[in-house]
């Protein structure tokens, strides 16, 4: 989930770095569930498993049966879908064109809009704002929303994630309450540790390289303050929040520029530089924006690692 967030933040922040620009996002809900995979994948398991040529021809074509515009863009992950539209000095007739094409292709397909749970997200930075034309599915208009909850993270308008900090925090305070039960039933230190990774940790680093790298420093004393209070419960250290948050961002460098077909390959750059010991320096530092906003909306971004050398 966090790779289809962070390719959503990037190409709409690197869209945003130019001037007279904004981005609108329609979050697509269907009534019945679009179940969203990759079709030279699925090709390849039906083809071992006897479908002849025409017929898997024809699964592909069905599938890949969306063409889209240059500036616009469409993330898919299971069920979810976003069409996100990179307006430049205020043309919207490719955007309006591609979700048009969509209608028209989910009618042809049997697949029904939910327009009570489709929304609409304009970000827009610039001083001079216009007025935004609203969007209409078969002459239902689409809400317009401030924030929206996309692939479990709060998403609001400005890019901001005081929201989601404080939804994250809603759910582990929560669970800070059968933490304190468990302690008073005298469960040992190792178990208490075990629940908190799989209940609280786990929330609290869900999607974490996407967001965390924008948090205010008001938003990640907040997150720090569940950590050291499951501290306090346990007994032991924990992790901070800012640690769960390099070692995710680590992981997720070495995935990206290991894996060429990773949405994120190409705007990663890989510095390598040897050491005296046996080890040498990996320096990963991904695309660089004009303004704060891009360079620190999301991770990884110039992470250092060491490997070993005889890897």
């Given at each position: 989930?966090?790779?289809?967030?962070?390719?959503?933040?990037?190409?709409?922040?690197?869209?945003?770095?130019?001037?007279?620009?904004?981005?609108?996002?329609?979050?697509?809900?269907?009534?019945?569930?679009?179940?969203?995979?990759?079709?030279?994948?699925?090709?390849?398991?039906?083809?071992?498993?006897?479908?002849?040529?025409?017929?898997?021809?024809?699964?592909?074509?069905?599938?890949?049966?969306?063409?889209?515009?240059?500036?616009?863009?469409?993330?898919?992950?299971?069920?979810?879908?976003?069409?996100?539209?990179?307006?430049?000095?205020?043309?919207?007739?490719?955007?309006?064109?591609?979700?048009?094409?969509?209608?028209?292709?989910?009618?042809?397909?049997?697949?029904?809009?939910?327009?009570?749970?489709?929304?609409?997200?304009?970000?827009?930075?610039?001083?001079?704002?216009?007025?935004?034309?609203p969007l209409f599915f078969d002459r239902s208009p689409v809400e317009i929303v401030?924030?929206?909850?996309?692939?479990?993270?709060?998403?609001?308008?400005?890019?901001?994630?005081?929201?989601?900090?404080?939804?994250?925090?809603?759910?582990?305070?929560?669970?800070?309450?059968?933490?304190?039960?468990?302690?008073?039933?005298?469960?040992?230190?190792?178990?208490?540790?075990?629940?908190?990774?799989?209940?609280?940790?786990?929330?609290?680093?869900?999607?974490?390289?996407?967001?965390?790298?924008?948090?205010?420093?008001?938003?990640?004393?907040t997150l720090q303050r569940i950590v050291r209070t499951a501290e306090k419960i346990i007994g032991r250290s924990l992790p901070s929040i800012t640690d769960?948050?390099?070692?995710?961002?680590?992981?997720?460098?070495?995935?990206?520029?290991?894996?060429?077909?990773?949405?994120?390959?190409?705007?990663?750059?890989?510095?390598?530089?040897?050491?005296?010991?046996?080890?040498?320096?990996?320096?990963?530092?991904?695309?660089?924006?004009?303004?704060?906003?891009?360079?620190?909306?999301?991770?990884?971004?110039?992470?250092?690692?060491?490997?070993?050398?005889?890897?």
């Amino acid at each position: 989930m966090d790779d289809a967030i962070t390719t959503s933040l990037h190409l709409s922040l690197t869209h945003l770095d130019n001037k007279d620009t904004y981005v609108r996002m329609l979050f697509i809900d269907f009534i019945s569930a679009f179940n969203t995979i990759i079709p030279q994948h699925l090709i390849v398991k039906l083809s071992l498993q006897g479908l002849n040529t025409p017929l898997c021809n024809w699964i592909l074509d069905f599938l890949g049966d969306l063409t889209i515009h240059s500036s616009n863009h469409i993330i898919k992950f299971a069920d979810d879908m976003t069409v996100m539209g990179l307006i430049s000095k205020n043309d919207e007739s490719a955007y309006r064109e591609e979700v048009q094409c969509l209608t028209t292709w989910c009618r042809a397909n049997n697949l029904s809009l939910n327009i009570d749970k489709t929304k609409k997200m304009v970000v827009d930075f610039r001083r001079a704002q216009s007025d935004h034309s609203p969007l209409f599915f078969d002459r239902s208009p689409v809400e317009i929303v401030k924030s929206t909850k996309f692939l479990g993270v709060q998403l609001a308008e400005n890019f901001t994630w005081s929201l989601n900090t404080t939804s994250i925090t809603e759910k582990a305070q929560q669970r800070l309450y059968f933490l304190r039960r468990l302690r008073k039933a005298h469960l040992p230190p190792p178990i208490l540790t075990m629940f908190y990774r799989g209940t609280m940790e786990s929330v609290l680093s869900s999607c974490i390289t996407a967001w965390f790298g924008n948090c205010t420093v008001s938003d990640r004393k907040t997150l720090q303050r569940i950590v050291r209070t499951a501290e306090k419960i346990i007994g032991r250290s924990l992790p901070s929040i800012t640690d769960m948050y390099t070692t995710r961002c680590i992981r997720k460098a070495n995935n990206i520029v290991n894996d060429p077909l990773h949405p994120s390959h190409t705007h990663t750059h890989t510095h390598t530089h040897p050491s005296h010991t046996h080890t040498h320096t990996h320096t990963y530092s991904s695309s660089s924006c004009r303004l704060e906003r891009g360079t620190e909306a999301f991770g990884p971004h110039n992470q250092t690692v060491e490997e070993d050398e005889e890897r």
